[in-house]
């Protein structure tokens, strides 16, 4: 296929991301509130509810709620509500939605359900205005600004960094809000990382994996989404535990691996999954850590450095679809608002 030479949307999106999360950094006051809330319930229990990239934003959360706070998390069925019509008991919960456009009607009915019996609700959207927000008690809105992309891509990270920001204040922890503070600078870094090695690779496979542990399957997960709605790959992201729990037998020379490594107690077992990729002869991609293959901007808080690395694999994915002469911003069968119930 030729290539499509225009700029794309999803390009400027991802380009938008450091300004965004900037100004988002900049919403004092709202995310004060909002911890004031929370702090009053106490909850033990926290739940996420989202579907696609907005469901792996409440994977990352997942693990900074249950590792810097010690609560609970769990991940919301919207079908349990919506075709079974069994609500669970919510009393003293914590339930946040995570949403760009705040109007798939399953979101929006569970959100409204959940409130109804008993947890204290909390959107994470884009759209303040939005069904979803309506039906929350608290708001955290990202102001990413409107994305025309059907890929979502600065909504993401911007939602991965108001969470973060959530769990910074609530725990208190003076160095996880300094590396927030420091988020802007870092992504304007990220953004010059070229991974066109990896995505080249991607591109001409019939099937392609993505790798991570802990902070970094939320992200790891998404950049596979990334590919196969924008590459139209099939691509899967898996745990660098659940990966040898039966889908290393899939793993072979024309399966591409990316691996990313965040520097913490994760780190050892990830540097074993990417030793143990030489044997596959899988052709295999890393960012971090010594054993790093594609350009990085070194490691940071191991919190926020898998949200960074979303950066260059978003643009290196969008950079090789218009390679492959697809149109990045309009994936076929695809629409921005995905209405599922």
Request: net charge neutral; proline share 6%.
């Amino acid at each position: 296929m030729a290539e499509t030479h225009f700029e794309s949307a999803m390009a400027r999106e991802i380009a938008e991301i450091p300004a965004v999360a900037g100004r988002l950094l900049a919403q004092t006051d709202v995310l004060a509130a909002i911890v004031e809330r929370i702090e009053q319930l106490k909850p033990r229990v926290v739940v996420f509810c989202g579907r696609g990239s907005s469901g792996y934003v409440g994977i990352y959360l997942r693990y900074l709620f249950e590792a810097r706070l010690g609560m609970l998390a769990s991940v919301s069925a919207p079908s349990v509500v919506t075709a079974y019509e069994r609500p669970p008991d919510m009393r003293g919960v914590l339930f946040v939605v995570i949403s760009q456009s705040g109007r798939s009607p399953d979101l929006v009915t569970a959100t409204q359900v959940a409130r109804n019996v008993g947890a204290l609700t909390l959107a994470i959207v884009n759209d303040e205005q939005s069904p979803a927000a309506a039906a929350a008690e608290l708001v955290l809105p990202i102001g990413a600004g409107r994305e025309h992309a059907v890929a979502a891509t600065k909504t993401v990270v911007s939602s991965m960094i108001a969470g973060a920001c959530l769990v910074a204040k609530l725990a208190r922890d003076d160095e996880l809000t300094a590396s927030l503070r420091r988020m802007p600078s870092r992504l304007s870094l990220a953004l010059e990382c070229d991974w066109s090695a990896w995505a080249d690779a991607v591109a001409g496979a019939a099937a392609t994996f993505v790798v991570g542990r802990g902070y970094a399957l939320g992200c790891v997960r998404e950049i596979a989404l990334k590919v196969s709605e924008t590459l139209r790959i099939p691509a899967i992201g898996h745990s660098a535990a659940e990966l040898r729990h039966g889908p290393w037998a899939s793993i072979s020379s024309s399966t591409p691996v990316l691996v990313l490594r965040q520097d913490d107690r994760t780190a050892a077992a990830v540097d074993g999954v990417l030793q143990d990729l030489g044997d596959t002869k899988a052709p295999a991609f890393a960012a971090g850590g010594p054993a790093g293959t594609l350009p990085w901007i070194g490691d940071g808080n191991p919190a926020c450095d898998p949200i960074l690395m979303l950066v260059p694999a978003y643009r290196a994915i969008e950079r090789a679809a218009r390679k492959r002469g697809f149109d990045p911003d309009n994936p076929p069968n695809l629409s921005k608002v995905t209405r599922t119930l």
